[in-house]
């Protein structure tokens, strides 16, 4: 979650970034995680935005009423899975996975500019939703009537962690590959070939053979890491988020960890 007012950030963190103080680089943002990087001198934690006209350095909201519509507030901070967001979700079962629980998105409601009344009304037959969002594309107050998706039927994936997807490679033999990484990402954290994982713009790597909770990826120029041994062949497993298009390409690498190798990008849809 980052936004200033009612306008949302750009999240430009990674490896040799850089922000300034011009409009170009106007509501977006910088996360410092190796010492130097968004302006000289950085240190590992620093966060830098860039917005024009701030009331309030720091998230400000004036509890149960509505925000004013000329604060402009810098707010960032971790998002939990369904803050923000019109959430259905099932009562015929206990469900301790997500199963029966999806987002429905905010439709079309803004950070910080929600009414403090903000719900939604079903139809009776439950297809339609009736709800009111302010600001609808800038400039108006509306009210919305939604077309409800078929509810899903609940199913064994579970939501709440994630979902391992074993990449099998097998090596030529006598070209010197000892180990093998898989580098991933999202399409919507950037080009779907520069495999963010996050919004952070560096590249994600796996390099484990199953999903290690405590350091489920890396990234690739920020952190060090080994990849899976795999001189005969191995599993690289990539821990991925469910409902997602992961698009991903292995690397094989020599003893002193050079690329000996890499695939063609891949895509796979996860459950």
Not at 126 to 149: N, Y
Not at 203 to 229: D, H, K, L, M, R
Not at 234 to 247: E, G, N
Request: proline share 8%; charged share 10%; net charge negative.
């Amino acid at each position: 979650m980052a936004y200033v007012g009612r306008f949302a950030l750009v999240d430009v963190s990674g490896p040799g970034s850089v922000i300034g103080s011009r409009t170009q680089d106007s509501y977006k943002y910088c996360y410092v995680s190796v010492a130097g990087e968004c302006q000289p001198g950085s240190s590992i934690g620093n966060l830098y935005v860039n917005a024009p006209y701030v009331s309030y350095p720091s998230c400000n909201y004036p509890g149960v009423a509505q925000q004013a519509d000329d604060t402009n507030a810098i707010c960032i901070g971790p998002l939990g899975a369904y803050t923000g967001n019109i959430v259905q979700y099932g009562i015929i079962q206990h469900d301790l996975s997500g199963a029966g629980f999806r987002r429905l998105g905010p439709n079309y409601a803004k950070w910080n500019q929600e009414d403090v009344f903000w719900s939604v009304a079903v139809t009776p037959n439950g297809e339609l939703m009736e709800s009111w969002v302010r600001w609808l594309d800038g400039v108006a107050h509306e009210d919305l009537i939604t077309v409800f998706p078929p509810y899903p039927s609940q199913d064994g994936v579970a939501r709440n962690t994630f979902i391992p997807v074993p990449v099998v490679v097998d090596p030529p033999p006598g070209n010197g590959v000892q180990s093998a990484i898989v580098e991933f990402g999202y399409a919507e954290n950037g080009n779907p070939g520069s495999y963010y994982c996050t919004s952070r713009q560096e590249t994600c790597v796996a390099a484990s053979g199953s999903v290690n909770i405590a350091a489920p990826f890396y990234f690739q120029q920020s952190e060090s890491y080994s990849g899976v041994p795999c001189a005969t062949g191995c599993t690289v497993t990539i821990p991925a988020f469910s409902q997602r298009a992961v698009y991903y390409r292995w690397q094989y690498l020599g003893a002193s960890g050079q690329v000996v190798e890499s695939s063609n990008v891949h895509v796979v849809l996860t459950p």
